[in-house]
T-cell receptor, first 115, second 116 residues
Framework: AQSVAQPEDQVNVAEGNPLTVKCTYS??????LFWYVQYPNRGLQFLLK??????LVKGSYGFEAEFNKSQTSFHLKKPSALVSDSALYFC?????????????FGSGTRLLVRP | GAVVSQHPSWVICKSGTSVKIECRSL??????MFWYRQFPKQSLMLMAT?????????EQGVEKDKFLINHASLTLSTLTVTSAHPEDSSFYIC????????????FGDGTRLSIL
């Protein structure tokens, strides 16, 4: 069965420092991986995806993620954090069973960027 | 970019009331939409997959008669919480699938439901 793990409940970084939000996955076959961000009382906003191709994927708002097949990881990164990046981040993998394209989400990681 | 509109944003009502939440894809057709429930500081829990023109597929443990889903057109799915009680209070979020597996789902802004 497909699954996604986000081992950190919260990540704290200082503004201007690089940030990493971790995600590992378990799938049968090739993974379709996604990162979403959620601000308070809002839905999820798409940041980036990995389907195939380059292992380093660039997305919205300066975020990028590195796909590592051997480590089954898809960590989210940003070279220089902003206070406005503080939010809840979800990693997700597409369920390959059936045709509904439903997503399996990780538990979420709260990012807190301090000024 | 693709936009999903969810309405209403907030609902406060008395116990026993039925509440309808709408989810619309504004600039694309969605044969499949999804309904999630999110508890405070927790991840999204998939409740059901809404299929245009057919019955919804509910996840295990979700009461079909409690959470009625209708997907009558390619741009609209509705979730009706029937005879709502305080334990149904939650944040409900919908998403729509543009139709291809490698495309991201697009999410509505959610509905905060509070049952008094």
């Amino acid at each position: 069965a497909q699954s996604v793990a986000q081992p950190e409940d919260q990540v704290n970084v200082a503004e201007g420092n690089p940030l990493t939000v971790k995600c590992t996955y378990s799938v049968s076959g090739n993974p379709y991986l996604f990162w979403y961000v959620q601000y308070p009382n809002r839905g999820l906003q798409f940041l980036l995806k990995y389907i195939t191709g380059d292992n380093l994927v660039k997305g919205s708002y300066g975020f990028e993620a590195e796909f590592n097949k051997s480590q089954t990881s898809f960590h989210l990164k940003k070279p220089s954090a902003l206070v406005s990046d503080s939010a809840l981040y979800f990693c997700a993998v597409r369920d390959v069973g059936g045709s509904s394209y439903k997503l399996i989400f990780g538990s979420g990681t709260r990012l807190l960027v301090r000024p | 970019g693709a936009v999903v509109s969810q309405h209403p944003s907030w609902v406060i009502c008395k116990s026993g009331t039925s509440v309808k939440i709408e989810c619309r894809s504004l600039d694309f057709q969605a044969t499949t939409m999804f309904w999630y429930r999110q508890f405070p500081k927790q991840s999204l829990m998939l409740m059901a997959t809404s299929n245009e023109g057919s019955k919804a597929t509910y996840e295990q443990g979700v009461e079909k008669d409690k959470f009625l889903i209708n997907h009558a057109s390619l741009t609209l799915s509705t979730l009706t919480v029937t005879s709502a009680h305080p334990e149904d209070s939650s944040f409900y979020i919908c998403s729509a699938n543009p139709g291809q597996g490698d495309q991201p789902q697009h999410f509505g802004d959610g509905t905060r439901l509070s049952i008094l």
